[in-house]
């Protein structure tokens, strides 16, 4: 019988998470914002995102893959542009002062974008467009990839990572709306659970090595072939394809980072990532009288919620309706956090020569 | 035997369009505005958006629903944002006013957002993500939709039109770049080539009534309740749902235009449409030095291009690319026209007491 999964208060793991992030050298300002993102990740239950990504992490900055005490730097500026160097950091904190500035110039201007270059990976996308909705603003958020798995509509090998996109709007009455998608059809997690269930998969989640689309989820997860959103040709993956392009043209393009499948022509000897990320914040008073917008809005998300639902059982969601009830439960009942990744932080924790401090029950 | 489909070459569809708009009364730089985007519609291949829409606009007009010489003005503005009311007329002139604001913002301020209301349908959105990449500059296009047709993951009522993303960004030695998609699975035209052609169409194209997936492309025509792009809920279809809200708040809560399933609540009195558009463009050199972006692009488009395709004979497209071939083969040969389009322009003139100049071949 496996060990039952763990309930871990916030405030423990973030306790945890600063005794690793301090033993690597992090300046306290970056650890506190990628804790900051780290825990809320997995208060939200994004556990893909969120500390299951710290063993990975660690072992990066091992290898010299990641720099733990970055000189994150604004690199050009304009009144509502800017573009950062992250200096090869994690990605957490660079996005974070990215979002921010992006907020205070749009506060300013009415709108602004920012752009960051030599980072790594970010977390959930969804954090730095709820940052802008935080402050009455829209806000868009980007990141490109650094492992190729998406193999565009009539390929067989893989040339995008699952670059997401997230948008978040301020309501009035309501939370928040935020969008939070991969442009895949699915993450390579989907597969691991319907292997584990012992169930196929759907055509059109993943192909095989000849750009066959695989029923089999063992095979899928190994293969790590993802489709495109739409999944099929028929079904319009061309559509999740162009997506991803886009945001690839605005996360590395349009920043200066790699796009991989060219990296090895474009910077042979470099051993380190350079992911970029890509932000938007818009003020909605840039356009409409104070309130308008956020009541329009809740008009929107109403007329949703109220939809009529094909089971009466499933009404229709809200995107950030999911992660908001995961959101309540944790904060109260602790994060579930199964065996074999309090192994992992127990490891790393080792490793740092600092306490484990998990241990125990909520 | 059915009548032979005609080729019309540009130039006469551009006469009978301005003898048309003429009578219409609208003024001669409007007019100018919505052939150009029409005819370059059309020999692009987006049968869909181009001529084909001139019998409904005409009906619209006659019926008072759209305004033939509008007061379109800009009623807010300040360094990179603006806002238009389009006066009630067709959306081809004030969404190329609202791009050409959005580009002159832009190339001074490094990016801009304009929105605009009042308005209606408005042909393609990649045609004005186009305008901003030939002047150099990343484009974004989206506008909302007067019919709603798709319905949200879990419900079984349509809430969303098919509300298109457009994104283009220029190249250095490749043609731009250029997504326009609907963020439904498929356009509803797809139902009827099925069913004129007798064939079922795919589980996750449509709904019947009840919210389940229908096979019978006659019945999923009739109607014409589309999915969000991914399809089925397994599929993800709520991220398509997410990418159509996503558009509906910057189409119609950041611009003022009116949201179709509480228009009646909003605007029980008015009888024309409000539909909204939103539109960016972004200066790549706000961002890099000068000709680094078109060329990390290039970089990119050679990839996918270059990409091992699944079957040798369909080498993996960019998207653009079936759009260009069809605008070099149109230029040359003309703009095929069936006869029962034919037809209803030859209508369309009769209304409005003008020559039918689209007779006889190319």
Known sequence: M????????????????????????????????????MVETDLRGVDSHGVSMLPLYDRLRREGKVVAAPDVKVVREAPVTALLDAGHGLGHYPAVKGMSIAIEKAKANGMAAVGVFNSNHYGPAGYYALMAAAAGLIGMSFTNVWNSAVVPT???????????????????????????????????????????????????????????????????????????L?????????????????VEILCAML?????????????????????????????PTAFRDPGDFESDLDGMLDALRGAEPADPDKPVLVHGDPERANHADRSANGIPMPPALLDEVRDVARLNNVAFVLDGNA
């Open 2 to 37: 496996a060990a039952p999964t763990t309930r871990i208060p916030a405030e423990r793991l973030r306790r945890q998470l600063a005794l690793v992030f301090d033993a690597w050298g992090m300046p306290e300002e970056q650890a506190r914002a990628v804790i900051d993102v």
């Open 154 to 228: 009539r390929s067989k090998v893989p040339m995008f990572g699952t670059n997401p996109i997230a948008f978040a709007a301020p309501a009035g009455r309501n939370p928040p709306f935020c969008l939070d998608m991969a442009t895949s059809t699915v993450a390579i997690g989907k597969m691991r659970v319907a292997y584990l269930n012992e169930k196929p998969i759907p055509p059109g989640w993943a192909m095989d090595a000849d750009g066959n689309p695989l029923t089999d989820a063992k095979a899928a997860f190994e293969t790590r072939l993802l489709t495109p």
């Open 255 to 283: 920043t200066g980072a790699w796009y991989a499948p060219t990296k090895a022509k474009k910077a042979p000897d470099q051993s380190m990532f350079n992911i970029g990320h890509f932000f938007f914040a818009i003020d």
């Open 230 to 246: 739409g999944g099929l040709a028929e079904m319009s993956s061309h559509k999740g394809y162009g997506l991803g392009a886009m």
